[in-house]
């Protein structure tokens, strides 16, 4: 399972001209979900994204996590992060997992991170979505568990 994360200012994810998920201060997480990835995985990569520290202290140093700062999550599944991309000129997207297994674990990162206490918005599975943000800093990391 792998989070493209991303330290917004606000961000938000409109589906057909409706807003469907929006934050203020918080991460943006791009979501993908491979093959292999379980509730096991999916759980451990939530608890890594809240506890990341990417927020600044004040002193200027990233020692708070997302909680810690008083952000707000918004996770937004994205297939193309199981792309593999070594051989030639298009993407293979083999490594993914299947729609509805992905949807299923998508949903329980989310609950995941409500259980935790942090607001928590999603964008639309398997929508044509548009994904707007202000990367702040810019800070962005990739996880993968």
């Known amino acids: 399972m792998i989070a493209l994360i991303q330290r917004v ?8 001209d409706n807003i469907v998920g929006q934050i203020g201060s918080g991460l943006l997480v791009l979501l993908g979900v491979e093959k292999e990835d379980d509730e096991q995985k999916a759980k451990r990569l939530c608890e890594k994204v809240l506890g990341y520290r990417v927020f600044c202290d004040e002193q ?8 810690q ?9 994205q297939f193309t992060l ?4 070594k051989k030639g000129m298009r993407p293979s997207f083999s490594g993914g997992a299947e729609p509805s297994r992905a949807d299923q674990l ?3 990162f989310v609950e995941q991170s409500c259980q935790q206490g942090v607001n928590t918005q999603k964008g639309q599975f398997a929508a044509d979505m548009q994904v707007s943000l202000t990367n702040d800093g810019p ?7």
């Open 9 to 16: 200012t606000n961000a938000q994810v409109v589906v057909d």
């Open 60 to 67: 200027g140093k990233m020692n708070l996590n997302v909680q």
């Open 69 to 77: 700062a008083g952000g707000s999550l918004l996770v937004v599944s």
């Open 82 to 85: 199981a792309a593999d991309t």
């Open 106 to 108: 998508y949903e329980y």
């Open 139 to 145: 800070v962005t990391f990739w996880l993968q568990v």
